[in-house]
T-cell receptor, first 107, second 116 residues
């Protein structure tokens, strides 16, 4: 049983396209994280949110707590955005990760 | 900017051998974590550590695993007798807060463990 489901699993787009990655979770949570995993394996935290919307540069994250759903959007996508994007919900003392969405942006 | 560091970056060991993976969390953080990622799979929680004791652990974290904060800076994960299925990338992370007031967890670059 996956507590966190992401879609799509893989996404290929052209440079400049608007990207949306979706995340659904099955339990009540206090916060949800979006992270980026680089091809070399390193993990970087992008957002932590518990309600509404957050924006950082070309990245926007939204969450609907009642619907148990979050989205990550990338505007004006660029090849350097190619990575695995992971959502994870905040447990008491841990993060519970989704499978990740592999994003490839072609020039 | 402060960062979490991990050593070694890659460890190769024989099945049955003991390994110690080392991490230096961000200096003012209070909560420390180990996660692992088997190749091609999602990141899984192993253990969290606060105030010099384990605060939560997963089913994966059995008697073969132990964690320690031997001094004020290092945080280690020991696997007593490695198995082939322990081959994975191991990530250390730290945060200042956890639980209901949790904040961002900062991840180290990972240690790739290969068990032969």
């Amino acid at each position: 049983k996956n507590e966190v489901e992401q879609s799509p699993q893989n996404l290929t787009a052209q440079e400049g396209e608007f990207i949306t990655i979706n995340c659904s979770y099955s339990v009540g949570i206090s916060a949800l994280h979006w992270l980026q995993q680089h091809p070399g394996g390193g993990i970087v935290s992008l957002f932590m949110l518990s309600s509404g919307k957050k924006k950082h540069g070309r990245l926007i994250a939204t969450i609907n707590i009642q619907e148990k759903h979050s989205s990550l959007h990338i505007t004006a996508s660029h090849p350097r955005d190619s990575a695995v994007y992971i959502c994870a919900f905040q447990g008491a003392q841990k993060l519970v990760f989704g499978q990740g969405t592999r994003l490839t942006i072609n020039p | 900017e402060p960062e979490v560091t991990q050593t070694p970056s890659h460890q190769v060991t024989q099945m049955g051998q003991e390994v110690i993976l080392r991490c230096v969390p961000i200096s003012n953080h209070l909560y420390f974590y180990w996660y692992r990622q088997i190749l091609g799979q999602k990141v899984e929680f192993l253990v969290s550590f606060y105030n010099n004791e384990i605060s939560e652990k997963s089913e994966i974290f059995d008697d073969q695993f132990s964690v320690e904060r031997p001094d004020g800076s290092n945080f280690t994960l020991k696997i007593r007798s490695t198995k082939l299925e322990d081959s994975a990338m191991y990530f250390c992370a730290s945060s200042f807060l956890a639980g209901e007031d949790a904040d961002t967890q900062y991840f180290g670059p990972g240690t790739r463990l290969t068990v032969l």
